[in-house]
Every structure is written in C-alpha cells, then in structure tokens.
C-alpha cells in the first residue's frame, strides 16, 4: 500500500528572541537587539511514512516535539527544512472543542464547530440528531455552554468531532477527560475508525489505549533520536527511559 | 524544500458564515437594546457636530446639512470599526489559528462581512432621514451601492493588512488609533470640501475615503452621474489598497500559528 503520509528529512526550528516583544516601537528603537535570537530545534530530520489505514502513536516526554509533529502534518506550521506530503484530507482535532464560545448555545456551537472542522451546513442538519444523541446533552441543547461542565462540554466537542468525514485523523490527548464509561464510547469510535480504514495519528501519554489501538508507534527521544517498532518494544523502552 | 499537498474539499463558505453570524450574535446579544447600541454611536456623533456646525456656526451653502453630515458619520464610522476589529480579528481566534488548519483570510473576511451587517442596517436608517429631508431621489442613487462596495473592498484590504502585522506589532492598536482620528478630520466629513484652500484638495484626492464618501454624496444627495474616468479611478485606487493587503497577508499567513 501507498504511504498516505510521507515524512522526509523534516527538521522545525524556532526562533527563540532574546527579548520577546509585541511592540513597533521597541522593535524600531532595538532594531538590531530584536533581530538577535537562539535557535531552538523542536524536531530535527525525521523520516516517516504513514500508510492508509494505519493507526499510529507517537509517544516521548513533554516537549519532545510531539504536537510540533502533528502540527506540521496538519500543515498549521510549516517545516524549516524537508518536506511533509499528506495524500488526503486531513481532521485536526488536536484540541476538542477549540472554537467553541462559551456565550453561545450548545446547538449553535455544533454549527460553529461543525463548520471548523470542515462541514458543509447540509451535513451538520443531516447529522444533528446523532451529534446531540451521542453526546446525551437532548435537555441542554439551548441552554449557553457557559453554563456546561468542562465534562459535558468535552462530550459534545467529540461528539462533532467523530462526524468528520476526514480520512486522516490527528488525535492529539483528547481522552484525558471523560468520566469512564463515555471513554469507554470513544474507544469504540475508534474502532469503528479502524474498521473503515482510516489512518489515524494519536498522540497519547496513555500507554495502554496506545497499546491497545496502535499498529505503530513512534517513540520521540531527547534530541533527534528516535525510535519506531511495534508499540509493546516502544513502550518497554519508554518506560526503561523515564524510570525513576 | 517544504511541500504540503493538501487535497481538501472542505466547506469554506459555511465556515465564513458561521463566523460571521456569531461575531454578530455575540456583539449584540448581550443588551437588550442590541444593534441600537452601535447606531447609538453615529448618532451621537451626528448629534452633537450637526449643534456645533449647523446651529451654533452655521456652515452656510451645504445642500441637505444633515444627510451630508450623516452619510460621512456613517461611511467613516464603518471604516474605523471595520478596520480596528479586523486588526484585532486574528489574535481574538488565536486558539483556532494554533490547532486548525483553514485558510486564515477567512478571519478578518467574517470579521469585516459582520461589520458590514451593520453598515446595512445603518444604510436603512440613512434611506428613511433621507425620505423625512426630502432629499429629491435621483437615478444616480444607484452608483451610492457601488461606492458602498468599493468602502467594503477598501476596508477589507486595511484589515488584512494590519491584522497581518498585528501579531508582531501589538502596539498598532494606538498608532492606528491616532491614524484614524487624524483621517476623520483629515476627511470632509463634518466640513464641505470648499471651505479648505484649492492647494490643499490634492489631499482629498489622494486619501481614499474622503474619494468614497464624495462621491456616495454626490450621488445620492446631489444627484450627479459619476463619470467614468472618475468610477474607474476609484476602483483602481480600492483594489491597489485590497491588492496590497491581500498580497501581505498571504506572504505572512503561515507564520502566524508561531506568532501568536
């Protein structure tokens, strides 16, 4: 099978200033102190294919550039040098439920959210009742998400987000929250993701859904060193690594 | 070097509705007099110029003082709140700019399109004080729609290029500030052009709101056909500032996720 996703040499840098400024007029009376900077390499030439209907998972510790990855992949930063090729469309939910505005409505922010993660209005009306019925939020549908807890917000955030009809899936930490049986429904929608073949990328510091799901995993070490394999390896290693 | 090949089909105009829609909602959804708050503003304004120059000092040989007076309030007041929440438009989605790919001209796009709900909304008030002035209707009101949409071009392209430059510069927001309390007296807005000295209308000429808002007076109030050199210059002018705009919004917009 063909790689959906092809890595190749893929390095990011950011520039770190020395002084952090926000203003003109600093920048135009310090034009040559603001122009100073360190670099910082959050990855550095990584090489990866990813294959249609591939569940991988990254691991590393925090800062390892794990995010930095699935954001180069979603194309919201663009590499500093080699190149990321996505043969497909890809659903970022990186974060659920970013975009919501706790002011309006859960049935307006369904609309909102609907409409940032890529669907047309038909299909929000079309599947409206399923996104409400999954989240099992029928009694609150208008009542202002200000008023919803961060739980109940984050069931109706997934809620939208498994309705993307995106082949490539970017799934960065989005089950820390949830009381236990609605975690347990979102694991079956990933099955389901599974069955119907999609490639999905999931970013987890939870080594056993990691574990449980993934066909692949990439473990991000300090540095440039990385490491792939099948996920029990990586996580031994991980977990050898971060040994206290 | 760096390729992204993004083979998307995704909703783009739902998307730009949707964040125009609720920009609108949550402005005006949270007082109970709503939209009569923003139209509070103008009318203010117009309230208080219309007692100093009309009644107090007495502007003499302005045609319809108070829908000339009006219609400059308005078409200024939608430039100065389009253009200042356009800057800021990006930085207010900012979680959005950091975890969701889209095209982000769609930002300042909704944020100038809700604006222009409300110049709609104030063009209604303006069509009702000119039926109470009996201001004669004319043919050429007609061309006052294509004024409207070249003010909403212009507008566009100012925001985009400053909301381009915003995340940088924060500070903006005080030096455009002051730009555009120099550019309402710099305009013929309160004044009618020929009190000021025949060397300075080069000044008019070259800033290209006192251009709209001439010649949305000209036809809706006085009546007069624009020419075609005048129609065609004035086009130019708005698409050479939405072109620039354009242009550095688009060279800028893929570092704005690490500008934040």
């Given at each position: 099978?063909?790689?959906?996703?092809?890595?190749?040499?893929?390095?990011?840098?950011?520039?770190?200033?020395?002084?952090?400024?926000?203003?003109?007029?600093?920048?135009?009376?310090?034009?040559?102190?603001?122009?100073?900077?360190?670099?910082?390499?959050?990855?550095?030439?990584?090489?990866?294919?990813?294959?249609?209907?591939?569940?991988?998972?990254?691991?590393?510790?925090?800062?390892?550039?794990?995010?930095?990855?699935?954001?180069?992949?979603?194309?919201?930063?663009?590499?500093?040098?080699?190149?990321?090729?996505?043969?497909?469309?890809?659903?970022?939910?990186?974060?659920?439920?970013?975009?919501?505005?706790?002011?309006?409505?859960?049935?307006?922010?369904?609309?909102?959210?609907?409409?940032?993660?890529?669907?047309?209005?038909?299909?929000?009306?079309?599947?409206?009742?399923?996104?409400?019925?999954?989240?099992?939020?029928e009694k609150f549908i208008d009542s202002p998400l200000k008023n919803f807890s961060s739980g109940m917000q984050v069931r109706l955030a997934f809620s939208v987000a498994i309705q993307s009809n995106a082949p490539i899936l970017l799934v960065d930490e989005?089950?820390?929250?949830?009381?236990?049986?609605?975690?347990?429904?979102?694991?079956?929608?990933?099955?389901?993701?599974?069955?119907?073949?999609?490639?999905?990328?999931?970013?987890?510091?939870?080594?056993?859904?990691?574990?449980?799901?993934?066909?692949?995993?990439?473990?991000?070490?300090?540095?440039?060193?990385?490491?792939?394999?099948?996920?029990?390896?990586?996580?031994?290693?991980?977990?050898?690594?971060?040994?206290? | 070097?760096?390729?992204?090949?993004?083979?998307?089909?995704?909703?783009?105009?739902?998307?730009?509705?949707?964040?125009?829609?609720?920009?609108?909602?949550?402005?005006?959804?949270?007082?109970?007099?709503?939209?009569?708050?923003?139209?509070?503003?103008p009318l203010l304004l117009f309230g208080v110029l219309y007692l100093v120059f009309s009644v107090f000092m007495r502007f003499g040989g302005v045609e319809h003082y108070q829908v000339y007076l009006l219609s400059g309030i308005m078409l200024y007041t939608?430039?100065?709140?389009?253009?200042?929440?356009?800057?800021?438009?990006?930085?207010?989605?900012?979680?959005?700019?950091?975890?969701?790919?889209?095209?982000?001209?769609?930002?300042?796009?909704?944020?100038?399109?809700?604006?222009?709900?409300?110049?709609?909304?104030?063009?209604?008030?303006?069509?009702?004080?000119?039926?109470?002035?009996?201001?004669?209707?004319?043919?050429?009101?007609?061309?006052?729609?294509?004024?409207?949409?070249?003010?909403?071009?212009?507008?566009?392209?100012?925001?985009?290029?400053?909301?381009?430059?915003?995340?940088?510069?924060?500070?903006?927001?005080?030096?455009?500030?002051?730009?555009?309390?120099?550019?309402?007296?710099?305009?013929?807005?309160?004044?009618?052009?020929?009190?000021?000295?025949?060397?300075?209308?080069?000044?008019?000429?070259?800033?290209?709101?006192?251009?709209?808002?001439?010649?949305?007076?000209?036809?809706?109030?006085?009546?007069?056909?624009?020419?075609?050199?005048?129609?065609?210059?004035?086009?130019?002018?708005?698409?050479?500032?939405?072109?620039?705009?354009?242009?550095?919004?688009?060279?800028?917009?893929?570092?704005?996720?690490?500008?934040?």
């Amino acid at each position: 099978m063909d790689s959906i996703i092809t890595i190749r040499d893929l390095s990011k840098m950011f520039k770190i200033p020395h002084v952090r400024n926000y203003n003109l007029k600093t920048y135009i009376v310090n034009f040559r102190k603001m122009r100073q900077y360190e670099k910082f390499y959050a990855l550095e030439r990584i090489d990866l294919d990813i294959e249609g209907g591939e569940f991988v998972g990254i691991i590393g510790r925090n800062g390892s550039g794990k995010s930095t990855l699935l954001k180069l992949i979603a194309g919201i930063l663009i590499p500093t040098s080699g190149e990321v090729v996505v043969e497909g469309d890809i659903s970022p939910f990186l974060e659920l439920g970013v975009g919501f505005n706790p002011e309006l409505t859960a049935r307006e922010n369904i609309f909102l959210y609907s409409a940032i993660l890529g669907l047309s209005r038909n299909e929000t009306e079309g599947r409206f009742a399923d996104i409400v019925a999954f989240s099992e939020l029928e009694k609150f549908i208008d009542s202002p998400l200000k008023n919803f807890s961060s739980g109940m917000q984050v069931r109706l955030a997934f809620s939208v987000a498994i309705q993307s009809n995106a082949p490539i899936l970017l799934v960065d930490e989005v089950l820390a929250v949830g009381d236990a049986p609605f975690q347990k429904k979102c694991f079956s929608v990933f099955d389901r993701f599974k069955r119907e073949g999609r490639t999905i990328v999931y970013v987890s510091h939870d080594l056993t859904s990691i574990q449980k799901f993934c066909d692949r995993v990439v473990y991000l070490r300090r540095g440039s060193e990385r490491r792939y394999g099948k996920p029990a390896d990586m996580i031994k290693l991980y977990e050898s690594d971060t040994k206290v | 070097m760096k390729l992204v090949k993004k083979i998307r089909e995704k909703n783009y105009p739902f998307l730009v509705n949707q964040f125009t829609v609720t920009d609108f909602k949550l402005r005006y959804s949270h007082s109970a007099l709503g939209y009569l708050w923003s139209l509070l503003n103008p009318l203010l304004l117009f309230g208080v110029l219309y007692l100093v120059f009309s009644v107090f000092m007495r502007f003499g040989g302005v045609e319809h003082y108070q829908v000339y007076l009006l219609s400059g309030i308005m078409l200024y007041t939608y430039f100065n709140e389009t253009t200042s929440s356009g800057m800021m438009s990006l930085l207010k989605k900012s979680s959005l700019l950091d975890k969701v790919n889209f095209p982000r001209i769609i930002i300042p796009l909704s944020s100038t399109l809700t604006n222009t709900i409300t110049l709609f909304l104030n063009m209604v008030i303006l069509t009702i004080f000119i039926g109470f002035s009996k201001v004669p209707i004319h043919g050429s009101v007609f061309f006052g729609i294509l004024t409207l949409v070249e003010l909403i071009i212009l507008a566009l392209g100012v925001s985009l290029f400053l909301s381009a430059f915003y995340l940088n510069f924060r500070d903006l927001t005080h030096i455009w500030g002051v730009i555009l309390q120099l550019g309402f007296w710099a305009t013929p807005i309160i004044y009618p052009m020929d009190i000021v000295p025949a060397k300075y209308h080069i000044l008019f000429k070259i800033n290209p709101m006192a251009r709209l808002i001439h010649n949305f007076r000209m036809v809706v109030i006085m009546g007069e056909m624009p020419g075609t050199r005048n129609i065609i210059l004035n086009l130019v002018i708005v698409l050479f500032f939405f072109g620039v705009g354009y242009v550095v919004f688009q060279r800028r917009q893929k570092y704005f996720a690490e500008w934040l």
